[in-house]
């Protein structure tokens, strides 16, 4: 499990995200507990119009200035009969049954019912994943409002987003650092040791040269023993907090995984060739003549453009 | 009346800006490596963590400091290749000095790279530097060790 502190850092931060206002905030009242406002107002009995609590500051018009920082996230109403949603998230309301905007800053292990860690049980993603696609696909929602088609299908695409994300152990890191604020970057690695890219040049040359299928699965084979090492090595990382390694680790798994995924289109190819000799001739047979047509058409291309 | 604009038959503008990119992918210059031991060659290898791609550029210089011969090797997209292979090709006969001039916006403009692929071309100019580099550091061992020799 991750530190708590870093947790709770995170949560309050992905709580005030919450808050910013937007399209999807719009329709529901970010209440409070009378009980609380009214406390509050008369506590301060100076005439002052904000009321500062729990690390919210409220107008007394209703409208919410900012949050600094909290643990628990606002509780939200039901747009349709107003009522409290009590779960995170709430995809359903208790009292009405209906369908739920998605709020905004929920993480996907949330969304997914899974704990915050790098290992996951597959299983149990694809059955929540299957079980909540069954309720809220937009084909449940036809006879309903354009409003009700409109949550369910921003709600159904959020779970199909969760589920690829934390379905592969490449992108749940990945989103498990970008909730942490890290991101791999953009730019090319000068941290990478010369050596790793040698070797990744190598397995990438490799692969370029089989000529058989046994040859790409055997590469295929040495390339997913090192991705489960490296699944390994990142859990223990992220375990023990040490995100600088995750995210050192997860570049070098971005590049595996590429390898791995070029294994498969590889060996799809060959297998194919095997089994068609004559595709081979066709390739070399409409390449010059592709050349042709390529170089045809840009000619043609400028001309028209000069003409007209 | 106005005269309505004849459809052109042709398909529009960024098709063919997306030829030069298809042709460098499909007919790409100077693939291949040269020998990295030798004395005159120098090798950038480097990485791109964001999309994994994988780039390895080679220069052979000849003794007034002008780059004769570049070959690469790039796994990864389209783009990726297409800015190598255009490096590859810009590096040919310049000098060095001249080389480390290359800046990649040339290249993502010469390419017409889309925002999203400019990180290629960021790629192919780090290629360029790092086997410019690599070359530099082999001189300066050449005279080092003709140095001590002497």
């Known amino acids: 499990m991750f530190h708590v502190s870093c947790l709770r850092v995170s949560s309050s931060l992905r709580a005030a995200r919450c808050l910013v206002p937007n399209r999807h905030a719009a329709p529901k009242a970010v209440t409070c507990s009378r009980h609380c406002m009214s406390t509050c107002l008369h506590g301060k009995g100076t005439g002052q119009r904000d009321a500062n609590f729990g690390g919210l500051v409220y107008r007394t018009d209703g409208s919410v200035l900012s949050r600094s920082c909290s643990t628990s996230r606002a509780k939200l109403n039901c747009w349709n009969c107003q009522q409290l949603l009590h779960r995170t998230p709430s995809f359903f309301c208790d009292s009405c049954k209906a369908v739920q905007p998605p709020e905004d800053g929920t993480s996907y292990f949330k969304i997914m019912d899974c704990d915050y860690t790098f290992t996951l049980d597959t299983q149990k993603l694809q059955t929540r994943y299957l079980q909540l696609q069954r309720t809220l696909h937009p084909d449940n929602f036809t006879q309903k409002s354009v409003k009700e088609q409109e949550y369910s299908e921003s709600q159904s695409a959020l779970v199909s987003k969760a589920y690829k994300t934390l379905l592969k152990p490449l992108s749940r890191g990945l989103y498990m650092l970008e909730l942490e604020g890290m991101h791999l970057k953009e730019g090319t690695d000068s941290v990478a040791e010369s050596h790793f890219l040698m070797e990744l040049m190598e397995i990438n040359e490799a692969l370029d040269e089989a000529q058989t299928p046994e040859q790409v699965s055997k590469i295929g084979q040495d390339t997913k023993g090192k991705l489960a090492d490296l699944t390994e090595q990142i859990d223990a990382a992220l375990h023990q907090g040490e995100l600088g390694t995750a995210k050192e680790l997860l570049t070098q798994m971005k590049y595996y995984a590429n390898i791995e995924e070029k294994c498969c289109f590889e060996d799809d190819k060959l297998e194919e060739r095997a089994s068609h000799p004559n595709i081979i001739e066709q390739d070399t047979q409409f390449a010059s003549g592709q050349k042709i047509y390529t170089v045809l058409f840009k000619v043609i291309y400028i001309s028209w453009n000069i003409l007209c | ?150």
């Open chain 2, 1 to 150: 009346p106005p005269l309505r604009p004849t459809p052109s038959p042709f398909p529009p503008l960024h098709v063919y800006l997306l030829l030069k990119v298809v042709d460098h992918y499909e007919n790409p210059r100077n693939v291949g490596s040269l020998d990295k031991n030798k004395k005159d060659v120098g090798t950038g290898l480097v990485g791109a963590p964001a999309c994994g791609d994988v780039m390895k550029l080679q220069i052979q210089v000849d003794g007034n400091g002008k780059i004769v011969d570049a070959k690469f090797k790039t796994f990864g997209c389209g783009s990726a290749i297409a800015s190598s292979s255009l490096a590859t090709e810009w590096v040919k006969g310049k000098s060095i000095d001249e080389a480390l001039q290359i800046k990649n916006t040339d290249i993502a403009k010469e390419l017409s790279l889309p925002p999203v692929k400019l990180h290629c071309s960021m790629l192919a100019e780090d290629a360029i530097k790092a086997a410019l580099s690599d070359y530099r550091l082999k001189q300066e061992d050449k005279k080092k060790s003709a140095n001590t020799s002497s």
